[in-house]
């Protein structure tokens, strides 16, 4: 499975800012599960305080009663995240918060990856700035403080013309907040409205949970500011022509209840599966597909194809994260944790196994063997997406190139190598196909075939070159 | 939702035991997600020891690596609760050991209620036994102790002959292992076996995840005593006639990949909701299921409706214990927190949903606001088993009668305070029909109709005879 | 040193009874920091209830306010141990409460040590008693629970007729306490009042730190009931000619701020300092103390030998209980972390250190390797008590005797070990006269001479005529 | 009671450098009980690594084996601190480690105060340094990441132009460490050496504890530092004639065992007694001290006058950090928790009472009042310094000056507040005829007489003027 990468929640001029933002974290919490944080900021009688709650865990371990309690004002921030570039340190989980003379404390909050960080780190270290984090992240941090510009507006401008990459970065400062989105428009940043105050989130799940709603999506480039009943918004440089949203959004992070640009993400994903079907019939006695994610596709691929579906894998929902396991053999025994087969669905069928996409392959492999021990006939492996070939740089944690199955193998070897009896992948035009009803959007498909929008930088590119470096990994 | 009860695991002449037990309950966790415990037994040098480890929350939160390190032996007995009799108190969670001078430790697990704890419990104290525990388990140890009686077999057969009510019992004690199930069989018990080693546990499930295959079921009335290499039985009294399995196994406690007599829970789910769909069809869209245990049923009833069948409901997997609820009004908060709609499927459509069963209905009003709410133009409610009009005394934790809304209000009415377009329940001749593919087995059907087979005693008779008593809690 | 035993502390009739008690054992601490507990009974509603609070470690880490406030009632025990014959086991640590059909909850805490314990243990388990901890204080609760007398008093009889050995027993049950002693009044207990309410402890220490007043000593083989307002008292059988309190708490147990019947501790053994130098003067520079229970008698020493007393040994007040020790070798580590030698005082003087007891002398002789090495001339070493050369069966946990460096060796064998220029011990008279103040009691010395009271059972005999055989724990 | 202020050991070129650095912290924790942490550098395959680990709480609380463990290297820093201007934040533990382009990770531990920490703080913030941490000493690490000068050395050069006030410094980096003083040398710092290792300590007496031998001094504006094997030294400006050196360090901070300049603070205390009891001699029966520090000083008193020493408080060794009140009112609850007085030594006695020091005099009140109680005659109080009349800047948490008794009201006030018979303090002169025995040395007095050595900046030099102005407090 590729890794999510990080989810982000912002509340303007609500007076339960932070449990607002608890709860939408709550609800972006398959986003990241590594870390998490809730910044917020309160006018206390004569000076503007910010106040701070992080932790490694789950939204729900970390953040208590008391957190919430401490977390005063009515404009916060709260990020959950994957993982970094930096490794697993308390001091890289976000938001960032950092004290300015001019501005006071300025919380901050991004989901991306930058391409030229470590050459903007080297230049502002040798002027004598201090990295505390390993954080790509925290390049921002130290351009808005070295920006002699007098408004933060413009330091933020400042900042946007240094940085490359993907970023959807939501800011809070003084009694205003930001929500900005780099020109390609990589990674999601959604507006939403409830009641009186402004909400800005990863993705739209959130703004359903504390019944906000929907207003619109961030645009690539621009700069969004919302202030006490007011929003007002720029764009630091011109705008591109093409934009670039990640496809891997649809296909597997977003959650199927989440709109992209007003479609609904598990329409999005059935249609996958009718096009699947399409493309790659075959006589089956039934559908099932490796839950969760697989589950829309298998639906529509089910429909399509006119065959049944069932759930003949049951997810154990307990599933912790560490497991002790006995010395002696229990065949495929990690897979088992999570999935048990109905044994009476499988015994003598044919049988198509759905799922979203392809990455490693070593659980695939654990599947299709438990599968076939359960006595299935034949097995017909299908795949919700095309082969996935290159490496993201663009706030996707993907391994690397000689990790990825479908950059170093063909669909017959990685058949053969599943044990599968036949194997299909989406093609690149069924998925366009798929996501063309997403009328105003174009996504980026680096990862099926290479083609990145957005130079890569120093080390950075030194991997993208080469097929077996170093996988990239983001927030 | 019913409380589910309890879960056992025992494993014999395992080198790994306790890491296998471990395992074991992990595939329990359903049955019970309070409390849990493991015990072992080990022969250092020259004596006898006994280990354990327990404690309040889930089995991965418990149990961890150095637990099961001390837990030597190849001899090992675990159980996971639901709640009991006594609240929350560590003492009270099982297993249960007790030192005798004649058989060294004993290890003990229940799962079940005792009709007559109660009059058993206040003979003992007065004689002078001390009970440590607020639990009715603990009667079984002290019945033990003060049986005269040379062997173990003989002093289970003298406790047998004294406690009435559900019992599904694991013993471990010296170099063997007891299974042993009450003369109506109300609560499961099944017999493993992994290489040389014996295995009990309460669900099939758990012998797939630790790859031991299905032996049979304990029968009821019967003690099975586990030797290295050996298996024998007797039965403590003359069999009954008629077994009253619990319903609500396949209905909805049992994973749906377990086996009920060698049925498939998921398939008895899904006869149900085919028969669920003859007696009550009704036009409409789509279909779909309150998740998780509703679904097996939804796929059974859209198959013979010739509906489409949708994951309309978005299930949340980061749902914790508590949450920190806004003091801002959020429209069904609770449900939304872990159900959203994707409201593109339901705009505008006539939908039918399915549960499994209905008992105190506050959160299934909830849902039908929820659905309604995103634009829903008909609701047709469908529940998977019949109206539950009575409490439980034979292990399931059932609310207050009052609380039943089956109990209170006829379909009619029930139909009216959900707000939906309709209603209709499972009838008991539908359920009875889709059960009748477990052929050996007959089922009690108490909590549908108020036919109890095991007499209750003392205050609990009274308690059975007041539409208005307390709920009875379980283990 | 030798170890402390136990403390214990109860009060009726106080508005704060858990609060007052817990202050209580936090006066009482240095009897034992092993664990600790309280008990309380409280009249809700229409039934008693009682509340526990317990766990490992010292007074002010275990228990917190939310256990303060939770445990309710004017009625309440506490307890800290050392150690128990059974180890470290969380329920073995007291008091321990057992409901009783015929009286309710009733708590008990125990200070001492049974003679007889295993033989009555082995009885009552045949009989079908079972023990869940490995205390010897749990043989009260049987007892009294196995009595078919009515009243509760005529049970505390029944089961003082059955017990040996040392005890100072507190009981709490419905709304009386009860203050016992065994017959020799081994182990101290006193009462104390405070406004209307009733206060016993082990030591007056802990009756002035809240405010209460001293009465009297509980006599041996009494039996004072207490009740509002009211106080009675019997003895269970006749009274013994000779009393047997233990000598070793004024020389080392109690604090110096206590009473032994009404002669101040600090006093007493400022008086054995003025014997032992008249006893085993020598000429020397300057006096000092091992801190902090030799200082008194190296005051009373260096007043009467008109000697300089300083305090050449600086103690660490933040000494935890486990220490990373390099694998370097560092010169006395161990005592080092504890006191470091004032040099400037020591260097080329003729000194004369003065310790309250020599049990095992292990850090006896690094300490006086540590002084050698500050630069001493002559070290003259006295002890403030006889050669302790038997164990303790009435509580006091002592090492084996061949542990015991008396017991093994001679005051000049000693001497030779320790590397000390001379060494000398307070004589049996000369400690018998110190004590002589204390006009109404004697004194056991049988860890001086071996003359024990009381007859030693089972096993605990074979150990007591096996010069080798093991310590004995107690509590 | 004045707080202790900060304490810091470092180790260079020893195997097991961070467990050596532990255990000086342990023997320092009397300077420090808040917070603290220990960092090392290792140099693992090509590159130089750090390690730290930091927490609240005492040394033996923080810093366990597995922490030891994972602080490799052979060189390594550690840190006790009371509290600084910051406020409890994990952030503000020292010491502080930053990673520069040119040397590395540079670790950063400070005992003292800067007087301009403000002023130049608020530049750097202009020219875009991020300030992470509310601790003056971040103030040392930004001056030296702005530092233009190619070696760590000149850098320092260039941080000592800019600083002012108190700081004992210890920096390690790459394979050396570095020592400082500022040019007064308000606060200790001493070198010794174990075998082919350096160590730098605030006091002699963490020396001691790990067998290192003292080897003299760091010197009032002097860079040590330390390599391998080697050490050379500078001074960064021309030193001044005069020294400050804290006179509280031997009054009270110092542990009794420690050096000054060669003098065992056991002694000077004992001569401050003397003097004492020279300048205020009064008539009485016993003296005794309020333990621990004015104990020595009670020695001398004693020995002056002729009169009985005893130790007539006695001290609780487990007191905690919180207490557990009841609401009912106990008579000089928080003293008594501490110190309990032996009555039979006080009543009907006069008796001089020695305390080191007067500060804000509320403990002290309690203490007289608890004499009184226990039934002296006569209450002579005598303190082993002069008035405390000022704040210091320098390092020392002192409280605001109205806080200061001696600030506020006159000897002959104090005493009747205090309810003494007698009340003398030890006269400036006496305290500089007691402290002349230091040779080389001489003091600082602020304290006592307002005259500041080094000018205040900013706010600071508001509240310097302002007698009600806040408090100071520093690491």
């Not at 105050?197 to 993705?203: F, G, H, L, Q």
């Not at 479609?263 to 249609?271: A, D, G, I």
């Not at 659980?363 to 063997?369: C, D, F, L």
């Amino acid at each position: 499975m590729l890794k999510e990468e990080c989810g982000i929640m912002g509340v303007l001029g609500a007076k339960e800012a932070s449990n607002l933002v608890y709860l939408g974290l709550y609800a972006l919490q398959h986003r990241g599960q590594e870390a998490c944080g809730i910044v917020s900021l309160n006018r206390d009688e004569k000076s503007l305080k910010y106040y701070d709650h992080k932790g490694f865990g789950l939204v729900s371990d970390v953040i208590n009663r008391s957190a919430i309690d401490s977390l005063k004002g009515d404009l916060a921030l709260g990020h959950v995240r994957y993982s970094t570039q930096g490794g697993k340190l308390l001091q890289n989980t976000q938001p960032f918060v950092f004290k300015t003379p001019a501005h006071g404390p300025i919380g901050i909050a991004h989901n991306g990856n930058l391409t030229n960080a470590n050459d903007i780190k080297a230049d502002l270290e040798k002027k004598g700035s201090i990295f505390t984090t390993t954080s790509d992240s925290e390049v921002f941090i130290h351009l808005l403080a070295r920006s002699q510009k007098q408004s933060l507006e413009e330091k933020i401008k400042d900042m946007m013309g240094i940085v490359r990459g993907a970023y959807s970065l939501v800011l809070i400062a003084e009694n205003k907040m930001y929500a900005i989105r780099d020109r390609h428009g990589f990674r999601p940043l959604v507006i939403g409205k409830k009641d009186e105050s402004w909400v800005v989130a990863s993705e739209s799940c959130a703004l359903d949970l504390i019944d906000a709603c929907f207003v619109r999506d961030v645009e690539p480039g621009e700069v969004v500011c919302f202030k006490r009943g007011e929003i007002s918004s720029f764009f630091a440089k011109k705008k591109l022509e093409k934009r670039s949203f990640c496809s891997f959004e649809p296909i597997y992070f977003s959650r199927p209840d989440s709109l992209v640009d007003n479609q609904s993400v598990y329409q999005l994903r059935r249609k996958m599966g009718e096009i699947l079907a399409q493309e790659s019939h075959v006589d089956a006695d039934i559908v099932f597909a490796i839950p969760d994610s697989g589950v829309p596709v298998a639906i529509g691929y089910a429909e399509q194809s006119k065959l049944p579906m069932e759930l003949a894998l049951v997810r154990n929902h307990y599933v912790g994260r560490t497991f002790i396991e006995p010395t002696q053999q229990i065949r495929d025994f990690g897979v088992k944790l999570k999935l048990n087969p109905v044994s009476h669905l499988i015994k003598d069928k044919r049988v198509i196994i759905i799922d979203d996409s392809l990455v490693r392959g070593t659980t695939s492999i654990k599947i299709m063997r438990m599968i076939r021990q359960a006595g299935a006939k034949e097995i017909h492996f299908r795949l919700g997406c095309p082969p996935i070939t290159h490496s993201c740089y663009y706030g996707v944690a993907t391994p690397k190139r000689k990790n990825l199955l479908a950059a170093q193998k063909n669909t017959h070897e990685i058949k053969r190598i599943l044990e599968a009896d036949s194997l299909a992948f989406l093609s690149q035009e069924g998925l366009q196909q798929a996501l063309s009803d997403v009328k105003k959007q174009s996504f980026c498909y680096a990862c099926f075939n290479g083609s990145y929008e957005e130079p890569i930088f120093t080390q950075i590119s030194k991997e993208a070159t080469d097929p077996y470096g170093p996988g990239v990994f983001a927030c």
